[in-house]
């Protein structure tokens, strides 16, 4: 019996020594400490991680996380450097020695944190450009708008003096090219507007049918160098009066018209407008 008990206790050393081992092995820190928090063990990676607080053997931990929280504590070591060290401890329950205990697992997330906080950063100076950059855009639009506004002021005055065809046709060239720089400067407003949440729509009573026509009529002037040919379909059922923001949806057909006409080259380009049949 004297000998069996003996080989037993052999073997028990054998297995605390293995287990040991793998412990000390572990990447991560390892703390084992009784119910109050006394160190009954610790691995080579958790003293380096702690090695600002001289921890032991014996010694109690600093903060000892509840196992039935679920939950990680951060623990942070301060050192000699600028930025102290940021250690997640997560807690489970265990035995040691058949007594009942803590494992504690240790993990540096330092360089984490500090790519994190990098992030963040960088967020905040992107979204400081992104400001400025809005900022400008509006700006500079408004004040792009005053000259040409008497630009087209004075292409008005003009239209309506004696003109020959010639001048006429160029009159008429710098009028197309006045619209079409409004409408892309409206667009700045717009996109500096949405960006910063202040996009208005209009809620008012308008033709449809003669804005339509209004828009068509702007590219049925431009000289039309290419094969394609337009059609306009128009549903029966598509009221004259309609209520809504007259000016975006002048804008989104201009756009949309514009971007067909320019990527077409051969071909026909088809307006469709008909009411939208809402099911609920």
């Known amino acids: 019996n004297t ?20 412990l000390d092995s572990s990447p991560d820190g390892i703390v084992v400490t009784d119910f109050k928090g006394t160190i009954l063990f610790l691995n080579t990676a958790a003293t380096l991680l702690l ?10 931990f600093p903060t000892l996380p509840n196992p039935n929280d679920k939950k990680q504590i ?19 329950y265990s035995y040691w020695d058949n007594t009942p205990a803590y494992c504690l697992t240790l993990h540096d997330f330092s360089d984490r ?8 950063l960088a967020q905040r100076v992107a979204d ?26 004075a292409i008005t005055l003009l239209s309506d003096t004696p003109l ?13 090219s006045s619209d079409f720089l409004l409408a ?11 960006e910063v ?32 040919t337009f059609k306009l379909i128009m549903d029966p059922n598509l009221s004259a009066w309609v209520v809504g923001d007259p000016w975006r949806i002048r804008q989104i057909l201009t756009n949309l018209l514009s971007n067909a006409f320019k990527f077409t080259q051969a071909g026909n380009v088809t307006l469709s407008v008909s009411p939208y049949a809402d099911s609920h």
């Open 3 to 22: 000998l069996e008990r003996q080989s037993i206790l052999q073997s028990l050393r054998n297995s605390e020594q293995k287990l040991r081992g793998i």
């Open 51 to 60: 090695k600002s607080l001289s921890l032991k053997v014996g010694s109690v």
């Open 74 to 92: 951060t623990l942070k070591e301060e050192t000699d450097s600028i930025d102290p060290k940021i250690i997640s401890v997560v807690s489970a």
């Open 113 to 120: 944190q500090k790519m994190i906080d990098e992030l963040i």
């Open 128 to 153: 400081k450009s992104n400001q400025t950059k809005t900022t400008f855009l509006a700006n500079i639009s408004h004040e792009i708008r005053t000259p040409l506004n008497g630009i087209m002021g």
């Open 164 to 176: 020959s065809r010639e001048q006429k046709d160029y009159v008429n060239t710098i009028n197309h």
């Open 184 to 194: 892309l400067i409206n667009d700045l407003l717009d996109l500096s507007k949405i």
């Open 197 to 228: 949440g202040k996009t208005h729509l209009e809620t008012t009573s308008f033709n449809l049918k003669e804005l339509i026509q209004c828009v068509l009529d702007q590219f049925a002037e431009r000289p039309n160098k290419k094969s394609v």
